[in-house]
């Protein structure tokens, strides 16, 4: 037998997220701030410096904006997932220091 009701339980998750509101926030800043230090800049999630220069070359040879570099790689690597050549693929992109 249950000692507490549901009532009691989401109250006390209530309580819970009420002692500090900001403790997300500041662990988000937290986050950010550590990504920056590194080096890492913020395109749809933290890249490397080389990696990031790979996405603005993409985008200076193909004129294409965030969203469809982001589309179109999806499609290729489903692509290649489809014809079983991930593996050529990824060592095509070794070989060309990618």
């Known amino acids: 037998m249950l000692s507490y009701t549901f009532s009691d ?3 006390g998750i209530m309580t819970e997220s ?5 403790a997300n926030a500041d662990k988000q800043k937290r986050f950010r ?4 230090e590194a080096g890492k800049r913020q395109v749809r999630g933290y890249v ?11 985008q200076q040879k ?3 904006n965030d969203n469809e570099v982001l589309s179109n ?6 692509a290649a997932y489809r014809c079983g ?5 990824n060592e095509w992109l ?3 220091n990618r």
Do not use: F
Not at 33 to 36: A, D, G, S, Y
Not at 85 to 89: E, N, Y
């Open 73 to 78: 790689s999806i499609r290729l690597m489903y």
């Open 9 to 11: 339980y989401i109250q």
């Open 18 to 22: 009420k002692k500090n509101p900001r």
């Open 94 to 96: 070794k070989d060309h």
């Open 48 to 58: 490397t410096p080389e990696a990031l220069s790979c996405y603005e070359e993409i």
């Open 33 to 36: 701030e550590r990504q920056r």
């Open 85 to 89: 050549q991930v593996k050529l693929l």
């Open 62 to 64: 193909t004129g294409w």
